[in-house]
């Protein structure tokens, strides 16, 4: 039996190009195509061809597992085609529904990967990479995929629309000037599959003008829709608060914790000058235990004083019968609890904070890369955000911003007298 890779997909011509730089050898690129483009149509079947080509794992990576399931791995195209059936049958040695995954019978792999838990792919080794959605998505794992494809030769695509000038767009700038990606940016106008009437049908039934230039005219400079702290972020940048903040020995560093699940953390560092709140130093990670993270403050240069954490860090371990609170106390640091407020009372503290806040833009580039992109979650079927966070990548940076702005008025210097070396009178004289 004769099987043709493309499976039951005939490309269009606009998405020629990315499949022709592919085969002729491309290991990078950057698509941002409008939405309703065929993006991930499109690359399940490039993927699928690459998968019979060379034996190999391919992932495809989503902000989230749920996302990954619900788009790609349970979803369809307009004519009620499963994405996945690309993949034929006859091909087929396995198919796992629970970790999404399907074995060819040449033992290449293809998975769906949710971003949000990217510890599940350590000690992998895939040969090809999609990222798709990938301004949502954490760019740490990139960081972490890089080096495994520039060893086995592997190739990487980006699928997405802009969210702000975040890292996905640093790529499509750094992209642009590079001779070795491919770089390819649809707007409705280069495409026309989307017509201006039904532009302006989505206008007046409620599609935000934001929406509808990031979404179908690819643009980096709208604002990020359903953004908590897009205003507030805008504002301090402007006004020169994200710059160079160096740590003040004279004044004392207070630390502010997220404690999330899977030993995920973020740390913030934080001095008080008058009115200010100057966030000079910013930790996030996970696969640490709380002995490690401690260990990681300890080892920083800075004289401490008060270290906030949620109020669930005194719940009781049912392994150990101990608390958080108490391992650390412990560990030399005693937590103060930060008031359990609702969640929204803590976002509007956390847009105030952003009026007196200043931040290093070294030490603390991650925060600043994922912050304005905390955004609502979006209902897909009633087409407007919901009245709570989404919980993806940016979750615990945003979480220890809100529990700054909670505490900030706690953060105090009395009682603390740095050590100064003396200075001897002029005409004094010493013997030994």
């Known amino acids: ?48 061809k690459k998968m019979m080509e060379r034996v190999g794992t391919y992932y495809y990576f989503f902000p989230t597992y749920k996302q990954g399931k619900k788009i790609l791995w349970k979803g369809m195209d307009k004519d009620g085609f499963k994405f996945t ?16 995954l399907i074995e060819f019978k040449n033992n290449s792999v293809f998975q769906i990967i949710g971003t949000d838990d990217y510890d ?22 990139w960081d972490f995929i890089r080096p495994i494809l520039a ?6 695509i980006f699928n997405y629309t802009p969210r702000g000038k975040n890292h996905g767009y640093d790529l499509y700038e750094m992209a642009r000037e590079n001779p070795k990606w491919f770089v390819q940016k649809l707007t409705v106008d280069d495409t026309g599959i989307i017509s201006p009437e039904v532009i302006q049908e989505e206008r007046e039934s409620g599609m935000a003008e934001e929406m509808i230039q990031q979404e179908y005219y690819c ?37 502010v914790w997220d404690l999330g699940i899977r030993d995920s953390m973020a740390i913030g560092f934080y001095q008080a000058v008058g009115l200010e ?5 910013y930790l996030e990670f996970t696969g640490k235990g709380l002995a490690e993270a401690i260990k990681l403050v300890k080892e920083k240069p800075y004289t401490y004083g008060k270290h906030f954490a949620p109020h669930d860090i005194q719940v009781r371990e ?21 008031p359990n407020l609702p969640v929204q009372d803590g976002i509007e503290a956390g847009r105030r904070l952003f009026r007196k806040l200043w931040v290093d833009k070294t030490n603390c580039k991650d925060w600043l890369r994922l912050i304005p992109q905390y955004t609502k979650e979006y209902d897909e079927d009633k087409k407007i955000f919901k009245d709570k966070p989404l919980h993806d990548w940016t979750s ?16 105090v210097n009395e009682d603390f007298k740095p050590y100064v070396q003396p200075q001897w009178e002029a005409d004094t004289q010493y013997y030994g």
């Open 1 to 48: 039996m004769e099987i043709i890779l493309p499976h039951k997909f005939t490309p269009r011509d606009y998405q020629l190009p990315l499949l022709q730089a592919v085969d002729n050898g491309i290991k990078r690129a950057v698509i941002l195509w409008h939405r309703r483009c065929g993006k991930d149509k499109t690359l399940v079947n490039l993927v699928a």
């Open 85 to 100: 059936d690309h993949f034929p049958q006859e091909l087929r040695q396995r198919t796992d529904n629970t970790e999404m």
């Open 318 to 338: 049912l392994g150990t019968g101990k608390s958080r609170w108490e391992v650390a106390k412990e560990l030399g640091i005693e937590f103060e609890i930060v």
């Open 120 to 141: 599940s792919i350590v000690g992998t080794n895939p040969v090809g990479c999609v990222f798709s959605e990938y301004a949502l998505q954490n760019p740490k794992v």
């Open 219 to 255: 643009s980096f400079t709208a604002a990020i829709m359903g953004a908590y702290y897009w205003k507030e972020y805008d504002e301090a940048e402007k006004a020169g608060r994200f710059t160079n903040v160096p740590y003040d020995p004279s004044v004392l560093v207070h630390t």
């Open 151 to 156: 060893e086995n030769g592997g190739w990487a």
């Open 277 to 281: 709140r100057r966030k000079i130093d």
């Open 396 to 411: 615990h940076g945003a979480d220890e911003h809100r529990y700054t702005a909670l505490v900030e008025d706690q953060m």
